[in-house]
């Protein structure tokens, strides 16, 4: 069942690689076969796919539910996301059958600090609407009122999530000098906040009290929609959310609505509900958001990081060895 004709273990890659990386390192050890489109791997073709594979290497596009960890066989013995988001993995299903789960925290930890403080220069200095306004003609001339953002120097801050990312992104906030970097976080993180001069502060305190609102948690059943309708009606008027963690914990009904009604200033999303976002989607309407498509790793030196850590997790995996990056589950 599970051996290959060529008596090698047998991985199943959902995507096409980055520069081949990841799948030449499977290669030299393994027999693998692999998507090879830009869109995600049709649901009915994964199912037929993983039927006997030993391994998959997925991304965060891909449901891996029971139903595709039955439908592989009981020989599956690892999957391993080119992510550092695991929420598409059913984990407590891969728990009960003994299969490992690997992914790629760390290495994209600065690139997505990096996007984060992009989005949200982007979005309080307006970026994307000045520019649009350069090539549509309405730059008419230098005016004292036009085009005018709001600055981070003596902003408040505040993190949602403190993690790795949380924290980078706090590190390249300092020195826009803010008034203040709150956090609000499960666990208090004393250490590292003490570093950046950073104050733990309830969610409530956070919604209140903030210039600037940046989701960088993980998805979980805690998180998921905890900024909704209630969350935004707390937030200052002219309150900037950023979001770089997942659409999900974002009630986008609820956002549009804020922004529509300018009971907030402005938001910067890189990830949404769903993704892609559909063309007519209302959020698209609105001149206040600055939308990215999910691409806070996205740098080529990152993402070829992920791919070969992912390749490395999976052989790890088949071997019964350490991973690079394993899920505790
Ligand atoms: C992740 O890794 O989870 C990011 O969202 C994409 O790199």
Redesign the pocket.
Known sequence: YSKTTSGMKSVYVTRPDVASIGIDLLKKECDVSSWSQAVPVPRDELLRQVVGKDAIYCA?TDKIDSEIIERAGPQLKCIATI???YEHIDVAECKKRGIRVGY?PDV?TDA?AELTVALLLATSRRLFEANKEVYNGGWKSWAPDWMCGQGLKGARVGLFGFGRIGQEIAARLVPFKPSKLTYTARTERTTEAVKLNAERVSFDEMLCESDFIVACCALTPETKEIFNTDAFKKMKSNAIFINSARGGVVDQTALCAALKDKRILGAGLDVTTPEPLPLDDPLLKLDNVVILP?I??ADVNTRIE?SRITALNILAGLKGEKMVAEVSI
């Open positions: 965060l992510s550092v988001g790629t994209l997505t999910h806070g790793s992920m």
